[in-house]
């Protein structure tokens, strides 16, 4: 819907409300897992991360600088390759042989950080269509 | 006394410049762009309550956001309808208020 210039505004806004939705999940994810010593292929839990790229905004077509409007996709969740931290525990069923427990390799503080960041992003980008609604609202109003 | 009729003043040249050529303008009137956005209006309530319907299905695509924006976005096609609609009634009875 190219006439209604707003609405490109509003799309570019949700594509990054979906990505930050995606790093809330992500960051939820980890700090569940902080503790799992068993994930799927062996070996604890690995730390995910979310690698965002710009891509053409949904709906900018036809508008000015159509090429210039970019949106915000998750491309991929990357695995972080750090190794898991070893913990000597030979008390536990996962422990090796030399006692030490392979726990994932998480800092809760750096998720924390992670989580404040995304819904501080989301706000940014809510703030960010409530104005473009606003505009849309005052061109509305015009000779009113 | 014999008056002779003024002859129209001619600016040197004016006839030598070739009518501009208007490009052919779409028949757009204001009852075809209410149509137009009333129908787009309509298009985005349905896409609003799709979204509202997967959304309640538990489709884990659809975000409270998506659904909240689809709405807002019908919200505003509708008003901008309405306004159309308004002026296209505004400028009717402005016509209709002509005194001859």
Redesign the interface.
């Given at each position: 819907?190219s006439?209604?210039d707003?609405?490109t505004a509003?799309e570019v806004s949700?594509s990054g409300?979906?990505a930050e939705?995606t790093r809330m999940n992500i960051a939820a994810s980890n700090l569940a897992n902080a503790q799992t010593t068993q994930a799927a292929g062996g070996g604890p839990y690995k730390r995910r991360d979310v690698i965002l790229s710009a891509v053409d905004a949904p709906g900018a077509q036809g508008t000015p600088f159509a090429q210039q409007v970019k949106g915000v996709v998750v491309s991929q969740i990357a695995q972080d390759a750090a190794p898991p931290r070893l913990e000597y525990d030979p008390g536990h069923p996962q422990a090796n042989a030399q006692g030490y427990v392979a726990y994932p390799n998480i800092n809760p503080v750096e998720e924390m950080v992670d989580m404040i960041t995304a819904s501080r992003a989301y706000e940014a980008g809510?703030t960010t269509?409530t104005t473009a609604?606003n505009m849309?609202?005052r061109a509305?109003g015009i000779g009113r | 006394m014999n008056n002779s009729p003024i002859s129209p003043i001619t600016p040197p040249g004016f006839a030598s410049i070739a009518p501009v050529e208007q490009p052919a303008r779409d028949k757009l009137d204001l009852a075809g762009s209410f149509r137009h956005a009333l129908e787009e209006a309509h298009a985005a309530e349905n896409t609003s309550t799709h979204a509202a319907e997967q959304f309640a299905k538990g489709d884990p695509g659809m975000g409270i956001h998506e659904v909240m924006i689809a709405s807002e976005k019908a919200n505003i096609s509708l008003r901008y309808a309405t306004t159309l609609k308004n002026k296209a009634l505004e400028a009717y009875r402005e016509l209709m208020n002509t005194q001859v």
């Open positions: 819907m006439s209604m707003f609405f509003m949700a409300l979906s939705r809510i269509m609604v849309a609202e509305l | -």
